[in-house]
């Protein structure tokens, strides 16, 4: 199978001796055995080829979107650093605990950390405002879309970090696998 599924020309050095030792093998006892054994090795030799060629060509088409994707993937982060670099937005993730992850060096910034030790979880950190914030903000909205996996938009919440009050205004959506088990939330703030 290894030798099938790699390049076509790998098969063929593998396919053509054996092909051949197994019709030198028929054709000297063809008086024998009859015309059977050589019409099954040129079944087989047919069968065997095709496949060679079939799973060379798939191979190689996923060997190419592999590289396409790996491209695109690689645009689409240097387009989402250059969108956090020159705006006031910036992107954020938690996993299925609230914990934030791959924080963008903005958002590292804004909550003053370099490289955090221990985890920072988003749920407490907003909720630790939360009785000082009861005017204009959104955080009972919040806790009940959290809650209940649900997406949001436009939510604002008071926040403070290290001393300095803010306000963010924050939009995101759960992620779940095909087996439906929570994930996390990946979303934009300002």
């Known amino acids: 199978t290894g030798i099938f599924g ?3 020309i790998y098969g063929l050095t593998f396919w053509g001796p054996v092909t051949l030792g ?3 093998a028929i054709v000297s006892d063809y008086g024998v055995t009859g015309p059977t054994p050589l ?14 060629f079939y799973l060379s060509n798939k191979v190689k088409a996923l060997a190419v ?4 994707l790996k491209s695109r993937n690689e645009i689409i982060a240097l387009i989402l650093n250059e969108f956090e670099e020159e705006s006031s937005d910036w ?3 938690v996993d299925s605990h609230f914990n934030l992850k791959n924080l963008s060096q903005r958002f590292k910034n804004i909550l003053g950390v370099t490289i955090p030790r ?6 407490t950190l907003l ?15 919040l806790t009940q879309r959290f809650l209940n996996f649900q997406p949001f938009r436009k939510l604002t919440v008071y926040v403070t970090i290290n001393g300095m ?19 996390g939330y990946q979303g934009m703030a300002s």
């Open 91 to 93: 992107l954020w993730e």
């Open 6 to 8: 790699g390049s076509l």
């Open 165 to 183: 009050q803010r306000w963010w205004l924050l939009s995101g959506k759960p992620r779940f696998n095909r087996a439906g088990v929570f994930l």
């Open 22 to 24: 197994f019709g030198l």
């Open 39 to 52: 019409i099954c090795l040129i079944l087989y030799g047919i069968l065997t080829f095709y496949s060679m």
């Open 65 to 68: 979107n592999g590289f396409e």
């Open 118 to 123: 221990n985890p920072i979880n988003l749920r």
């Open 127 to 141: 909720l630790a405002n939360a009785a000082v914030s009861s005017d204009g903000s959104d955080i009972e909205t």
